[in-house]
């Protein structure tokens, strides 16, 4: 496995077992839960290892060629390798999601090397290079870079930086690709210089994306009541802060009626907001806050509405002052909020603006 595939599934090269791969994965957990160090990790599964074949050099089948070759399998070094392996990573993972949701008040982040002898002169150039948190070489360049690396990032607000003395952000480094040959599939990669091959990757970078794919799920088979509840409160949390200051993906705003999806054709009732009409918004509407993107839901539930075309409708919430338009695509698998926006303020305009979208009512 490579790179994001890391964030959905556990694997141990030469494993083949799935109940011995589980059993493993489990110590792992809770290695990481429970903060064990290296030693008990390495004593608590030793002796299973040993038990169960998997210690050694051994004599084992390839999969994918049917050649059979003595390999090594278990040992103290790669217990060890694994340990730090997942720690590492699961650490990075989990720094990242923390920035990702206070991305509104710290939206810069610092990479940081452990500047010895064992430092790689190229993490070492990278060191205290402060840039977005959405800056696409973070993508590739999020730390660890490779094996037995001990670097990180520091997240930093527009005060930290300051204090670093600096007005913004610096230019993103250079990012030069080596040919890497992938030896299990004979893929020719390009791997960025300085980069350990399978690593140039943002740990748990995929994880808000997954989530809220999953929360998407759900909420189509939830009780609507229980589904808008769940929209109202994630609409109210960081995660939508994150996803309103930096856009990235789709994101669940609200629930149309069963009625209004038939009549636009749908297939599902959730209303998702892409990142791209999100980024439209805010240059077109930006005169709304992140808060007021609760009213969605309310225009819908309340607002007067017009099906303005075969696939779409407007609802406006006149009471608040809204106006909220859906659109289905084509093959009707999704509804999205392609316009939200303040009802004019002037009396006189607003009357106007009124009469002309319920006109069709």
Same mark, same amino acid.
């Given at each position: 496995?490579?790179?994001?595939?890391?964030?959905?599934?556990?694997?141990?090269?030469?494993?083949?077992?799935?109940?011995?791969?589980?059993?493993?994965?489990?110590?792992?957990?809770?290695?990481?839960?429970?903060?064990?160090?290296?030693?008990?990790?390495?004593?608590?599964?030793?002796?299973?290892?040993?038990?169960?074949?998997?210690?050694?050099?051994?004599?084992?089948?390839?999969?994918?060629?049917?050649?059979?070759?003595?390999?090594?399998?278990?040992?103290?070094?790669?217990?060890?390798?694994?340990?730090?392996?997942?720690?590492?990573?699961?650490?990075?993972?989990?720094?990242?999601?923390?920035?990702?949701?206070?991305?509104?008040?710290?939206?810069?982040?610092?990479?940081?090397?452990?500047?010895?002898?064992?430092?790689?002169?190229?993490?070492?150039?990278?060191?205290?290079?402060?840039?977005?948190?959405?800056?696409?070489?973070?993508?590739?360049?999020?730390?660890?870079?490779?094996?037995?690396?001990?670097?990180?990032?520091?997240?930093?607000?527009?005060?930290?930086?300051?204090?670093?003395?600096?007005?913004?952000?610096?230019?993103?480094?250079?990012?030069?690709?080596?040919?890497?040959?992938?030896?299990?599939?004979?893929?020719?990669?390009?791997?960025?210089?300085?980069?350990?091959?399978?690593?140039?990757?943002?740990?748990?970078?995929?994880?808000?994306?997954?989530?809220?794919?999953?929360?998407?799920?759900?909420?189509?088979?939830?009780?609507?009541?229980?589904?808008?509840?769940?929209?109202?409160?994630?609409?109210?949390?960081?995660?939508?802060?994150?996803?309103?200051?930096?856009?990235?993906?789709?994101?669940? &705003?609200?629930?149309?009626?069963? =009625?209004?999806?038939?009549?636009?054709?749908?297939? #599902?009732?959730?209303?998702? +907001? %892409? *990142? @791209?009409?999100?980024?439209?918004?805010?240059?077109?509407?930006?005169?709304?806050?992140?808060?007021?993107?609760?009213?969605?839901?309310?225009?819908?539930?309340?607002?007067?509405?017009?099906?303005?075309?075969?696939?779409?409708?407007?609802?406006?919430?006149?009471?608040?002052?809204? &106006?909220?338009?859906?659109?289905? =695509?084509?093959?009707?698998?999704?509804?999205?909020? #392609?316009?939200?926006?303040? +009802? %004019? *303020? @002037?009396?006189?305009?607003?009357?106007?603006?009124?009469?002309?979208?319920?006109?069709?009512?």
């Amino acid at each position: 496995m490579l790179h994001e595939e890391h964030d959905r599934a556990f694997t141990v090269a030469k494993m083949l077992d799935l109940d011995l791969l589980s059993d493993v994965k489990t110590v792992v957990d809770r290695a990481i839960g429970e903060g064990w160090t290296v030693r008990r990790f390495v004593d608590e599964l030793r002796p299973e290892l040993v038990r169960r074949g998997w210690w050694g050099r051994a004599k084992m089948t390839d999969p994918q060629t049917g050649e059979t070759r003595e390999v090594q399998l278990g040992s103290v070094r790669r217990l060890r390798t694994i340990y730090d392996t997942n720690l590492r990573t699961s650490y990075a993972a989990g720094h990242w999601a923390r920035i990702q949701d206070t991305l509104a008040t710290a939206p810069y982040v610092m990479y940081s090397a452990v500047l010895d002898a064992r430092t790689r002169p190229q993490h070492r150039a990278w060191n205290g290079t402060v840039l977005r948190a959405d800056d696409p070489w973070w993508k590739t360049h999020t730390p660890p870079n490779g094996w037995n690396c001990r670097c990180s990032v520091i997240q930093l607000s527009e005060r930290d930086l300051k204090r670093l003395g600096k007005d913004g952000p610096d230019q993103a480094p250079p990012s030069p690709t080596r040919e890497w040959t992938n030896p299990r599939t004979g893929e020719v990669l390009q791997v960025p210089v300085g980069v350990d091959p399978g690593w140039g990757y943002a740990p748990g970078a995929s994880r808000r994306a997954e989530a809220l794919a999953l929360a998407r799920d759900k909420l189509e088979g939830a009780d609507p009541a229980l589904a808008v509840g769940a929209i109202r409160s994630l609409i109210k949390s960081e995660m939508f802060r994150a996803f309103y200051d930096q856009p990235d993906g789709v994101f669940p &705003v609200a629930l149309a009626s069963e =009625t209004d999806a038939q009549r636009i054709g749908a297939q #599902t009732r959730v209303v998702q +907001l %892409s *990142a @791209d009409t999100m980024r439209k918004q805010k240059d077109r509407h930006g005169e709304l806050t992140v808060d007021e993107y609760a009213f969605v839901q309310d225009a819908i539930e309340r607002g007067r509405s017009v099906q303005d075309a075969a696939l779409s409708i407007v609802y406006v919430l006149e009471e608040a002052g809204y &106006v909220t338009v859906i659109k289905a =695509t084509e093959s009707g698998k999704a509804i999205f909020l #392609t316009s939200f926006r303040r +009802l %004019s *303020a @002037d009396a006189a305009k607003r009357n106007e603006e009124l009469r002309r979208l319920l006109g069709k009512v």
